[in-house]
């Protein structure tokens, strides 16, 4: 049985992992290093083309994260969810290959909703408090990862797409992310479905957060820590429309 000193200790390391305080000091300049901030803008899409606008109201991005480390029990897997993606889809024409280019706000990611655990199943049923919710999603916006006040954005361009296995609705995409100033390239599997005036494409594949240079969260060296592997799903729904504008 441990020690009620242990104990009070324990608690109070929880506490600081749910709870901590927002970092002071306003909008930081970018770190040595990094590419400068992506301005939040509306996203436009290329001149003169039809081209296929993101339905932020019918798409999602859900990005499962899961704890680990040897004192893993006292964490919880997280489930965390943006609703704010905006962004175009350009079909290919003639010679020229499909392309897309996706924004993410960062602060529009909710962390642990009660809905979006249930539907993820038993590993996430636990219910979570206000108080802790609120401190993952200080740790998820801090400095320390996605680092929100200054890189605002995150931005997800495609560098060519091509078939995938199984039938021609499978495709592979090689894709620029920039997240917190870092750019990495990563393959993407995903399912496209296309009807007369939409575009509807989902996925669901593991990244790794060291891939796309962040370091996982971690404490206590490391008795608690997020796994470096992540899942994510994402339904992308777009309509067509017409640019007009240059991006």
């Known amino acids: 049985m441990p020690s009620n000193k242990l104990v009070?200790?324990?608690s109070i390391v929880l506490l600081l992992i749910g709870c901590n305080l927002a970092p002071r000091g306003g909008i930081r300049a970018p770190p040595a290093g990094r590419a400068p901030p992506t301005p939040l803008n509306p996203v436009l899409a290329p001149r003169g083309t039809a081209v296929y606008r993101v339905d932020a109201d019918r798409s999602e991005?859900?990005?499962?994260v899961f704890r680990a480390g040897p004192m893993a029990r006292l964490g919880h897997d997280h489930v965390i969810v943006n609703r704010a993606l905006a962004g175009w889809i350009e079909p290919s024409a003639g010679s020229d290959p499909a392309s897309f280019r996706l924004e993410l706000p960062v602060a529009a990611f909710a962390v642990d909703?009660?809905?979006a655990r249930l539907a993820e199943g038993a590993d996430f049923a636990a219910e979570i408090g206000d108080d802790a919710k609120q401190g993952?999603?200080?740790?998820?916006?801090?400095?320390?990862l996605l680092d929100a006040d200054a890189y605002p954005t995150i931005v997800v361009r495609s560098i060519g797409i091509e078939a995938g296995d199984g039938d021609e609705t499978a495709l592979v995409a090689?894709?620029?992310?920039?997240?917190a100033g870092h750019e990495s390239r990563q393959r993407i599997g995903f399912v496209l479905a296309r009807t007369a005036t939409q575009l509807i494409a989902s996925a669901d594949f593991r990244l790794r957060q060291s891939s796309l240079g962040l370091t996982p969260y971690s404490i206590?060296?490391?008795?608690?820590?997020?796994?470096?592997?992540f899942r994510v799903k994402l339904r992308l729904v777009a309509s067509l429309s017409t640019g007009d504008v240059d991006p």
């Not at 993952?136 to 320390?144: E, F, K, S, V």
């Open 220 to 229: 206590m060296m490391g008795a608690l820590q997020v796994q470096d592997e």
């Open 113 to 115: 909703e009660t809905a």
């Open 8 to 10: 009070a200790a324990l």
């Open 174 to 179: 090689t894709v620029s992310i920039v997240v």
């Open 136 to 144: 993952t999603r200080h740790n998820l916006l801090g400095p320390a």
């Open 61 to 64: 991005l859900r990005v499962l």
